[in-house]
């Protein structure tokens, strides 16, 4: 790609919708930072579970805490790997004990805004492509390109489950299916930072695409904004 003036480029939408895959293969094409902001909610969820010996949460303490949550990013071949104050937690935040506590954590407002800061942080010199729920509403309003994928929740659920059942999350498809639904419903229902489509967001359904239909889609758009700056 020539050498156009860097950009923020967000990317939201509903869990299971290739988000974070897609963010990662558009950030190869175009040598941008990517950064998967789910991760960093999962990684204070599990910051938050160890905080009390029985994995309960407690929201008034994990507010008190919130200064000793260090995220950091390492880009290594095929992916990125996200340390918690310096222990690669990539693995352990993708398992159901944080998965099934996440939105729960992502509904507190103080926690909210103390990631979203470090996610401005990370946005400051462009050139990033962002995958989360509130990235084109309130992390950077003013990205100049943003995408919000929505899916019919049995097509994303089969495949979460079929993709997890290569790695050693062995849930069923029915309980796969059931997290979505009570994800969908907390992202939405949340009253701070609830999940909404940006204004001026391009949506696109993912239900009947593949993965390189998703990213051609974005692409396209993607060259036609580069192309007017
Ligand atoms: O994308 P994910 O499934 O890894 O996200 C994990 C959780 O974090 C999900 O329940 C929604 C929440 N989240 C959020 O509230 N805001 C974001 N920008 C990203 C994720």
């Not at 950009?7 to 941008?32: E, H, M, V, W």
């Not at 990370?122 to 729920?133: A, E, L, Q, S």
């Not at 390189?212 to 007017?228: C, G, T």
């Amino acid at each position: 790609m020539a050498n156009h003036q860097k950009i923020i480029i967000a990317i939201d939408g509903f869990a299971a919708t290739g988000k974070s895959s897609i963010a990662k293969r558009l950030s190869n094409s175009l040598n941008y930072i990517h950064i998967d902001s789910g991760s960093m909610y999962r990684a204070a969820t599990l910051f938050a579970l160890r905080l009390d010996s029985k994995n309960n949460l407690n929201p008034k303490k994990i507010i008190q805490s919130l200064s000793e949550i260090k995220i950091e990013f390492k880009t290594i071949e095929d992916g990125q790997l996200i340390f918690l104050n310096n222990e690669n937690v990539s693995s352990e935040i993708r398992k159901p004990h944080v998965t099934n506590q996440v939105s729960k954590l992502a509904k507190i407002p103080e926690l909210r805004s103390y990631l979203v800061k470090l996610q401005k942080e990370f946005g400051r010199d462009k050139g990033i492509i962002m995958d989360g729920r509130d990235i084109g509403t309130i992390v950077f309003p003013e990205a100049e390109c943003k995408f919000f994928l929505v899916g019919n929740v049995e097509v994303r659920a089969k495949r979460r489950y079929f993709e997890q059942r290569n790695k050693d999350n062995k849930e069923t498809y029915e309980k796969v299916l059931k997290s979505l639904i009570n994800r969908d419903k907390l992202d939405t229902d949340r009253i701070s930072s609830p999940l909404v489509k940006a204004e001026d967001a391009v949506k696109i359904d993912v239900s009947d695409l593949t993965i390189d239909d998703v990213y051609n889609r974005m692409w396209s758009h993607i060259k036609k904004k580069l192309n007017k700056i």
